[in-house]
């Protein structure tokens, strides 16, 4: 024993001391440049000590996981929303459901601000803040039968605070929604190859959900090995595909991807949860972890250097070219999903808690996942940071602001302090077999950059630099749509337990007239938005796109809101501070930056300002980027209203529920005696699961006398 203990202490002090050479190296090199695989230590050491340390302490000294406790997945099994599933493949689902566009290019654009900013927001921010909110919701939505995020808002706050709580999360959902819907349109439209690897992921995965139910019930291992050898498969054929005359089939016009993706929401919505969506998710999960996997792999091995400074001078003026406002609050509402994200909330109340089997593998899946999709966000800093900076803000500047021509580009990057030649930045488009780089916003472009420039340098030299960049194009696109069909199932249960306040029969998620019309009333809605955006580039969910960020981050005050209430009310006063810290801050930034966004003097942050600039401009005849004509004019004017007063709701909508919660938690405080909770009772639970992916000896041990009929 003591050997065995004296073996972890080492173990563990290695760890700490390897993350911290990481963070030391980072945070002191100035003026040169430092190996990216610095950034790679100072990450898995971090996420590897918050891991076995403060979400351990957390779920045994805080919430107190009960591992005798029936979960809902146990006691309302019903075959369609509620079914115990394997850890593994749960594990599976819930990482693809939560990592969607942010972690991927949220922090490619936050680059602008330097790479240091960034990576400890990433990792500080997920340890304490978006890992730990993300189970705590998990832990009490399994506590109160899958409940959603706004649900227990209502029943714990109050009707008051919880339907703005209802209205807000529902509100922002379906915005999430329809961005990571045009996110995916923009990457497959023109795809042959993204299309039909992406399309074949669908059949496969219903054959390993059949698999799993039917033909080999429980083997996880046969059913991984047959997925992701099918998925290669699938990988392999893309490209053949896109080379042969099938391409024409899978060449898809944006409309038409759109009607697809609507239709494929809808189904998945509804469709048993164990048909398609958890072993799609879980599949895709290999796809993920793989890439990421092989991109750190690839760092370590070429040893690419960080180009982008540690800190650039936009962080302080607010004038970058990629997007406007200073490091605070900006760079945090950037990153978005990285770090902290209300959307996972919603798939944290939404699906997996209808499918977790023990309460004890709550931390490595409510925790690990977000560990998992931070290391996502932080590998894709790194590329956004290997690259020449020249190249990435000739990448993600705006058309009218560096012109569209490599000259113009190149004088223009000059003006921001940085240098990259006309020949160069035809150099690297014909690299990646590409007629232009310049101004590809919206930071996919520049992942896929980035993933090449390492891939190549490890496999197939700079020959295979096209090869790695449409393969990481595609790659973004199976990353962001695994989220887009959790989100429809997640929204439907939202809406279902919204309307279940007015008509009951609602509030059974797996009743088929309010499963099917709920599940068409979420489609039909996000799907609009993407339909219009898709026809008018200025319409639409474009118009909503400026509020993504900080909508998401709002989302977030709310589920930090309601675990903090929720802390509180439980009898886990002393606690509270673990979710109510986080949610100061979250508050502190988001609210800060809906201020500006609707206040502020500067065109390119306030809305309302930008609004004015062009009113005077339509007065005075002018047209103005990123308008083409006096209608474009008319369309901006109309979407900086919309966003400047969208903006301004959400705000209010959320310091109405913060103050709500806080008069319900001084009432506790007050009178514990008097405070109702909605938690379910207790019901013995009959089935044997370990806690995490590796089962201890206790639980191997537990396991084969569940077998045997006995007792360990």
């Known amino acids: 024993m003591r050997a065995a203990n004296t073996r972890t202490i080492v173990i563990w002090t290695a760890v700490a001391l390897i993350g911290a050479a990481g963070w030391t190296l980072l945070a002191l090199s100035r003026g040169e440049e430092v190996s990216a695989a610095w950034m790679v230590a100072a990450a898995l050491g971090s996420y590897a000590i918050g891991y076995r340390f403060y979400a351990r302490f957390i779920t045994t000294r805080v919430l107190r996981v009960d591992r005798t406790r029936a979960t809902p997945a146990e006691r309302l099994n019903d075959g369609v929303d509620f079914h115990p599933t394997d850890r593994r493949v749960l594990l599976g689902h819930h990482f693809a459901a939560i990592a969607g566009a942010g972690p991927l290019v949220g922090p490619v654009l936050a680059a602008q601000m330097g790479y240091l900013p960034g990576t400890i927001w990433i990792i500080v921010g997920v340890i304490f803040a978006g890992a730990v909110q993300d189970m705590v919701v998990l832990f009490f939505s399994t506590r109160r039968d899958g409940k959603s995020l706004g649900q227990m808002a209502r029943e714990e706050i109050g009707p008051f605070g919880g339907a703005a709580a209802l209205l807000a999360a529902f509100a922002i959902m379906i915005i999430l929604l329809g961005v990571l819907a045009l996110v995916i349109v923009n990457a497959l439209a023109q795809s042959p190859w993204g299309t039909f690897s992406i399309a074949m992921t669908i059949p496969i995965a219903l054959l390993m959900g059949l698999y799993l139910r039917v033909l080999r019930p429980g083997r996880v291992t046969e059913v991984s090995l047959i997925g992701v050898g099918l998925l290669l498969i699938a990988l392999v054929s893309g490209r053949w595909v896109a080379e042969s005359s099938w391409a024409d089939a899978f060449t898809l016009q944006p409309k038409t991807l759109v009607i697809w993706l609507v239709a494929y929401g809808f189904i998945a919505s509804v469709l048993p949860v164990w048909t398609l969506l958890a072993p799609r998710d879980y599949l895709s999960t290999f796809m993920k972890t793989g890439t990421i996997g092989l991109l750190a792999l690839g760092v370590v091995v070429a040893l690419p250097n960080l180009k982008m400074d540690a800190v650039t001078a936009f962080a302080g003026r607010g004038d970058g070219p990629v997007f406007a406002g200073s490091l605070f609050p900006f760079v945090f509402i950037t990153i978005a999903c990285g770090a902290l994200s209300g959307f996972h909330a919603l798939i944290s109340s939404g699906t997996t808690p209808k499918m977790v089997q023990k309460e004890t593998q709550i931390r490595m899946i409510g925790y690990g996942s977000m560990l998992m999709e931070s290391f996502v966000a932080v590998m894709a800093l790194v590329a956004a940071s290997v690259i020449d900076p020249g190249l990435y803000f000739a990448m993600n500047a705006p058309a009218g602001v560096i012109g569209d021509t490599v000259q113009s580009a190149s004088q223009a990057v000059a003006h921001f302090g940085y240098r990259i030649s006309p020949d160069q930045l035809a150099a690297a488009a014909k690299a990646v077999e590409e007629q232009t780089l310049l101004s590809r916003t919206g930071g996919a472009p520049t992942l ?11 496999v197939g030299g700079a020959g295979m630099k096209a090869f790695w960049y449409h393969f990481a194009i595609m790659f973004e696109a199976l990353f962001i749509l695994t989220a887009l069909d959790a989100g429809t199932r997640v929204g439907r249960f939202m809406l279902q337990d919204m309307l279940g306040n007015v008509f009951k029969p609602f509030r059974r998620v797996s009743w088929k007239p309010g499963m099917l019309l709920c599940g068409a009333a979420v489609v039909a809605l996000w799907g609009y938005f993407l339909w219009v955006g898709v026809h008018e580039p200025l319409g639409g969910i474009n118009q909503l796109f400026p509020v993504f960020g900080i909508a998401n981050q709002l989302l977030a005050a709310v589920a930090l809101t309601v675990c903090t209430t929720l802390l509180v009310k439980s009898g886990r ?15 502190t930034v988001t609210l800060t930056a809906s201020w500006q966004k ?6 390119r942050v306030g809305f309302f300002t930008q609004r004015s600039v062009y009113e005077d401009a339509i007065a005075a005849g002018k047209i103005l980027p990123p308008a083409k004509t006096t209608g474009d004019m008319h369309t901006v004017v109309t979407n900086s209203t919309v966003d400047g007063v969208l903006s301004a709701a959400l705000a209010l909508l959320i310091v109405v529920v913060i103050a709500d919660a806080a008069r319900v938690c001084i009432r506790h405080v007050r009178k514990p005696d ?3 909770l909605s938690e379910a009772p207790h019901v013995t639970s009959a089935i044997v699961a370990p806690a995490g992916l590796i089962a201890s000896k206790e639980e191997k041990a537990e396991l084969a006398a569940a077998q045997r009929g006995g007792t360990p």
């Open 674 to 676: 008097a405070t109702l």
């Open 448 to 458: 896929a950059v980035g993933v090449a420039d390492i891939f190549s340098k490890v």
């Open 573 to 587: 006063l002393k606690w509270a501070w673990i979710t109510g810290v986080p949610l100061a801050w979250d508050a």
């Open 598 to 603: 609707v206040f502020s003097g500067d065109p």
